[in-house]
């Protein structure tokens, strides 16, 4: 069955620093990826997906994440943290055998001014 | 459209009571998901539907808890009877016929069982 483990439950970066959280997928079949984001008392958004095309994924609000099949990752990244991104994200991970998506446990970013 | 919608936005209710939360997916998304999020466990699948049908419910709790799908525009979750353990956010997300499209996700239900 595929996972997703998500390293880090809280990560804290300076605004305008680079943000990196990272995922890693578990999966015996090729993998469908997504990263969503969470605002507080909301639902969850999708920022990018993954889906089998180019590994360098680009999202909204300036994120992007690159699957490395050979590390089985999906980290997202932003070269320049803003306030706005202050947020909790899930990596996610789907594949052909079913419809499933399951998430990772979030993790929480915190941008220091 | 107007997106996943849920209701009640929030409940609080007592234990042994019963709970039915409702969600109104996406018109013509055809697979329908009931989440549970908690600070403890995260996002944890309970369970899905593809064109009304139940596919996997093995993330159900307990036999407390069930779901059905009476049609393409209605879902219901029930807990019954409900525990304080219970509390948590319901989110309810629909997708569309192809597997790798995104997941809409309702606001969530807020359940407190004091």
């Not at chain 1, 984001?37 to 300036?62: C, D, E, R, W």
Request: with cysteine.
């Amino acid at each position: 069955a595929q996972s997703v483990t998500q390293l880090g439950s809280h990560v804290s970066v300076s605004e305008g620093a680079l943000v990196l959280l990272r995922c890693n997928y578990s999966s015996s079949v090729p993998p469908y990826l997504f990263w969503y984001v969470q605002y507080p008392n909301q639902g969850l958004q999708l920022l990018l997906k993954y889906t089998s095309a180019a590994t360098l994924v680009k999202g909204i609000n300036g994120f992007e994440a690159e699957f490395k099949k050979s590390e089985t990752s999906f980290h997202l990244t932003k070269p320049s943290a803003h306030m706005s991104d202050a947020a909790e994200y899930f990596c996610a991970v789907s594949d052909l055998r079913d419809d499933k998506i399951i998430f990772g446990k979030g993790t929480r970013l915190h941008i220091l001014p | 459209d107007a997106g996943v919608i849920q209701s009640p936005r929030h409940e609080v209710t007592e234990m042994g009571q019963e709970v039915t939360l409702r969600c109104k997916p996406i018109s013509g998304h055809n697979s329908l998901f009931w989440y549970r999020q908690t600070m403890m466990r995260g996002l944890e699948l309970l369970i899905y539907f593809n064109n009304n049908v139940p596919i996997d419910d093995s993330g159900m709790p307990e036999d407390r808890f069930s779901a059905k799908m009476p049609n393409a525009s209605f879902s219901t979750l029930k807990i019954q009877p409900s525990e304080p353990r219970d509390s948590a956010v319901y989110f309810c997300a629909s997708t569309g016929d192809r597997w790798n499209t995104e997941a809409f996700f309702g606001q969530g239900t807020r359940l407190t069982v004091v």
